[in-house]
């Protein structure tokens, strides 16, 4: 009963935190721009917080640095489990255009699990949305039986889940 609530309130209210490691702001434009009136991401009780600490979800973008590395891992532990990583943009899912300079390590997933990859340079809103959709699916099922509808009509192909449980960092160097 208490799991079940939990849950409940995991779906109908997941905050967010994000985290950029060193992209170019594009696709922090289009975290912004999705929880904006025009695609209202909040309609999904979706909420934007300053603190890892509060947060149940990391919408990370940007390239993993060897600048930021240590700092992006010790947010990632300050946030509470269960807690989902979602790799917003081309940069945090392989490094993107950044992947081989001398201080990029890759993508996010260098140095934590990654649950959702949209990529994009940059991905619009309404994938990032559809990300997060797919991320929330794995929690309940009405809300998996939306994204079937939706993949079916063509959307969101190329956004990868790896699940809650199956994932696993990549290794550094
Ligand atoms: S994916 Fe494109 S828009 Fe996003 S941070 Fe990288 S270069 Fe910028």
């Known amino acids: 009963m208490l799991d079940?609530?939990?849950?409940?309130?995991?779906?109908?209210?997941?905050?967010i935190c994000h985290?950029?490691?060193?992209?170019?702001?594009?696709c922090d434009i289009e975290v912004v721009a999705s929880l904006t009136p025009r695609f209202d991401l909040e309609r999904f009780g979706i909420l934007i917080k300053g603190t890892p600490r509060h947060a149940d979800v990391l919408v990370a973008t940007g390239a993993m640095t060897r600048q930021i590395w240590t700092r992006a891992r010790r947010i990632y532990d300050q946030t509470p489990e269960p807690k989902f990583v979602l790799a917003v943009g081309s940069c945090a899912c392989s490094g993107g255009v950044f992947r081989g300079c001398y201080n990029v390590l890759?993508?996010?997933?260098?140095?934590?699990?990654?649950?959702?990859?949209?990529?994009?340079?940059?991905?619009r809103p309404d994938a990032i949305i559809f990300g997060v959709l797919k991320l929330l699916s794995s929690l309940d099922?009405?809300?998996?039986?939306?994204?079937?509808?939706?993949?079916?009509?063509g959307y969101g192909k190329d956004i990868e889940v790896k699940g809650l449980t199956d994932h696993g960092s990549r290794k550094r160097d």
């Open 19 to 26: 985290l950029n490691t060193g992209g170019c702001n594009g």
């Open 4 to 15: 079940k609530l939990i849950n409940w309130s995991r779906v109908k209210s997941p905050w």
């Open 106 to 123: 890759g993508g996010i997933d260098t140095v934590m699990p990654v649950n959702v990859y949209v990529p994009g340079c940059p991905p």
């Open 141 to 153: 099922p009405k809300i998996a039986k939306l994204v079937e509808e939706l993949e079916r009509k």
